[in-house]
């Protein structure tokens, strides 16, 4: 999203990097700072985040723990109220507990998905653009495949089939998460390594890994950072969507898609157990796709105002 | 063009068939035995090999997907291990519903988004476009069972407006393609903001504005159709999206596509239709790119196949 200070530099230069903002990656959090709809993002997980780490001391119930007079005297999950801020669920559970601990749920499969993902889309991505060749071209064309895949779906079976536990549901979405990183990757390694400071420094007798590690790498750093952040949205998008349909993380640990899929045979008559935990995920989601698309704004000015 | 259109047909073929193979692989290995599924707790262990040798269970994996390929070649998808029907049949009878969906998904989400992509271009740096930019952010951060139980809450429950989910009328279509469009709007308003601005940018535009134009006849007549193409070629690679929405979306809405067909196969391990599922649906996604890259050139000429 452009500013209209930038927009104006944007018609002048076909640049989006306006007069007076210091070089790309120098004071990127300044930077995110100065963004109102950033410092959202920001919030909300900071929120997110000690909401999780501090789960324990933040309520005074347990997540587990079915309380006596958590439901009605018919039976019926309590609204929110001054005791239970956000009710109670089926079982008479403290729904705000629960959406606490189920917090760290989402985080823990957001960073570890996500960042398997990431190591497999870059090693991916930067062995086939940089070793183009056979082994590029097979890389690239299992990456193809990949993309036909219908992912939910393969995620679906996989997660069905093996019994999921927290671990097992995040190694299936990485596996069907790594695929778009690693055509941006590849598409990146492959134009870097045609340039000629790589031809130069090759022909000074530099080594692969020297190359690799010190100038292919640090270039991709930003595009990293970006599709890393952006990609954790769509892992916990993905969690919540697994575990909703019960193939995900499996009650009685919380997590906000499984705390719908238990109530949802009652959300006619107690819709405030989709709707907290629904907007929690929203929340969680958006916050990083905010802060992702802020980077890329920041990181990549060429890529301003596009997708 | 013609050679190109070959060569990616090819390319193609060879895709699904490395999808079918790594599906097939996957069931394959994977601890679920579709057997004990057919033959129920009590079965004797007899019982259990008779059936694992009835459909061809206890052969080899070459020999076993050498048979599939070769049923699939002749059309023939195999039989459901448990519906005791053609999956061919049990997919065909889904997919009407399924496409119905996918039509619904695609007028809203290029009403919705290419609404607000307009307006927010129009608008731009304005506090209208930062809204709606936000709102496609909502959009595509939505999770999509959340977007479908809202909306049934509001509009079935509360205000009966819309059936409460099932298949049949106009009517059950609205609230499930709405859910499953509001991703694509999401994306499509960032497109079309993103095509309307560049566009404006030109010269033509300028041209037209010099030569005393009004600037609904500039911008209807001569920015929107020139903006609006790029973003609708995208709706090809929508198939992907949509393939992976529609099990959640018909889930929540009782709607009898193929995502419910392989949602309850799943739960049983009814492998077949599984695999005929992920095909079809990889087959579409694969169709769905190729006409975007194929309808790409004529919308826009300076872009060449190669």
């Known amino acids: 999203m452009s500013t209209p200070s930038q927009t104006s530099a944007v018609i002048a230069t076909g640049d989006a990097i306006s007069p007076g903002t210091p070089p790309a990656r120098r004071g990127v959090v300044s930077r995110l700072l100065r963004r109102p709809l950033a410092i959202l993002g920001i919030a909300i997980i900071l929120i997110t985040v000690g909401g999780a780490i501090f789960a324990p001391y933040l309520t005074a119930y347990s997540p587990d723990e079915q309380m006596f007079d958590g439901l009605s005297l018919e039976g019926a999950p309590m609204p929110p109220g001054e005791k239970f801020l956000l009710g109670t669920d089926l079982l008479g559970r403290d729904l705000l507990t629960r959406i606490l601990f189920g917090a760290r749920t989402s985080l823990i499969i957001g960073i570890v998905a996500n960042g398997i993902a990431l190591v497999i889309g870059t090693l991916v991505g930067v062995t086939a653009g940089f070793y183009r060749g056979w082994i590029g071209t097979i890389l690239m064309r299992f990456t193809d495949l990949m993309m036909a895949f219908p992912a939910l779906l393969l995620a679906i079976c996989l997660a069905a089939i093996l019994s999921p536990s927290l671990w097992i549901v995040a190694m299936v979405i990485a596996l069907v998460n790594w695929v778009q990183t690693a055509r941006v990757i590849y598409t990146e390694t492959s134009s870097l390594s045609r340039r000629e400071f790589i031809e130069a420094e090759r022909s000074m007798g530099a080594g692969t890994p020297r190359i690799l590690f010190r100038h292919i790498l640090p270039h991709l750093l930003p595009t990293i950072i970006v599709w890393g952040t952006l990609g954790i949205s769509t892992t916990v998008l993905l969690e919540a969507t697994l575990s909703y349909l019960g193939v995900g993380v499996q009650p009685p640990t919380p997590s906000w898609g499984n705390i719908i899929f238990e109530n949802q045979t009652y959300f006619q008559a107690a819709p405030w157990l989709v709707f907290f935990p629904g907007a929690a995920i929203l929340a969680l989601a958006l916050a990083f796709n905010l802060v992702g698309d802020a980077l890329r704004d920041i990181l990549d000015p060429t890529q301003t105002g596009r997708m | 063009m013609l050679a190109y259109v070959a060569r990616r047909l090819v390319q193609s073929l060879l895709i699904l068939l490395g999808v079918s193979l790594i599906t097939f692989a996957l069931l394959y290995v994977l601890p679920a035995d579709p057997v004990r599924q057919i033959a129920g707790r009590s079965a004797t262990p007899q019982t259990v090999e008779n059936i694992r040798h009835q459909l061809g269970l206890d052969q080899p994996f070459i020999v076993q997907y050498g048979r599939y390929l070769l049923g699939l070649v002749q ?56 809204a709606l930019m936000v709102g496609s952010f909502v959009g595509v951060s939505a999770p999509q069972f959340v977007v479908g139980l809202l909306l049934l809450y509001v509009f079935a429950v509360r205000l009966s407006w819309f059936p409460i989910g099932g298949y049949g009328s106009f009517s059950h279509l609205v609230l499930p393609s709405l859910t499953l469009g509001i991703l694509g709007a999401g994306w499509y308003s960032r497109m079309m903001r993103s095509s309307m601005v560049d566009v404006l940018r030109q010269d033509f535009i300028r041209t037209a504005r010099a030569k005393g134009l009004r600037r609904s006849a500039v911008i209807f007549g001569h920015a929107l159709p020139n903006a609006v193409l790029p973003v609708i070629a995208m709706i090809g690679i929508d198939i992907g999206m949509f393939m992976s929405g529609i099990v959640v979306v018909e889930s929540v809405f009782g709607w009898p596509g193929i995502g419910q067909l392989a949602w309850q196969a799943i739960q049983r391990v009814d492998i077949p239709i599984i695999m005929g599922v992920t095909l079809v649906s990889a087959c579409a996604i694969v169709l769905g790119n190729l006409l975007a890259d194929l309808v790409t050139p004529f919308i826009d000429p300076r872009i060449k196949l190669q």
């Open chain 2, 75 to 130: 059309g023939d998808f195999g039989r459901s291990y448990l519906q005791r029907t053609e999956v061919g049949e049990l997919i065909a009878a889904r997919l009407p519903a399924s496409l119905e969906l996918m039509v619904g998904a695609i007028v809203c989400e290029l009403i919705l988004g290419l609404t607000m992509g307009l307006v927010a271009a129009l608008k731009r740096g304005t506090a209208t476009d930062q």
